[in-house]
């Protein structure tokens, strides 16, 4: 699949949004990015274990936990997960902590069906991250290869029609 398909495919009208990284700190591209999701009005949950919330939305501290609840149709905090057809999740994270999330990911029954897209944000990513892709079979619905949401995140969301 071209990026492009991928960038289409990662957008869908009864998505869930992650940001994995999610910052309180506006000069850091976690905060830039959890505001392009909020200000294109997409139901956006900031994850970071250390914060309780950032641009007024509760955070929730693992990917894990937001996969756990859309495998069980719950919601979590004020986020209605048990209603979404899946979760496409930025990262702004490290490479270690990308690889860490990619495993817990890895561990969440019927996770291939869940996870609808994967953005790898500049600098989140290196081989290992690219390899575990591989590894855990995700390979198909991630977006790498320097391409950041800022720049080609509402192409995505007009291709998908949002």
């Keep these: 699949m071209s990026t492009k398909a991928r960038i289409k495919t990662f957008f869908g009208p009864t998505r869930q949004y992650a940001v994995a990284g999610a910052s309180n700190n506006p000069s850091k591209f976690g905060f830039k990015v959890l505001l392009w999701y909020v200000s294109h009005g997409l139901s956006s949950i900031p994850i970071n274990p250390r914060e309780k919330e950032i641009l007024g939305q509760p955070v929730v501290g693992s990917v894990r936990l937001v ?67 591989d590894q855990i079979g995700l390979e198909g619905v991630v977006i790498h290869q320097d391409e950041c949401i800022l720049v080609r995140g509402e192409e995505g969301m007009y291709s998908a029609n949002l």
């Design 67 to 133: 996969l756990n609840a859309v495998n069980e149709h719950q919601d979590v905090e004020s986020y209605k997960l048990s209603k979404v057809d899946g979760v496409s999740i930025s990262f702004l994270t490290p490479p270690n902590i990308t690889v860490a999330t990619l495993k817990e990911i890895a561990t969440v029954s019927g996770y291939k069906d869940i996870v609808k897209g994967l953005w790898l944000q500049p600098g989140s990513y290196d081989e290992a991250v690219l390899d575990l892709v």
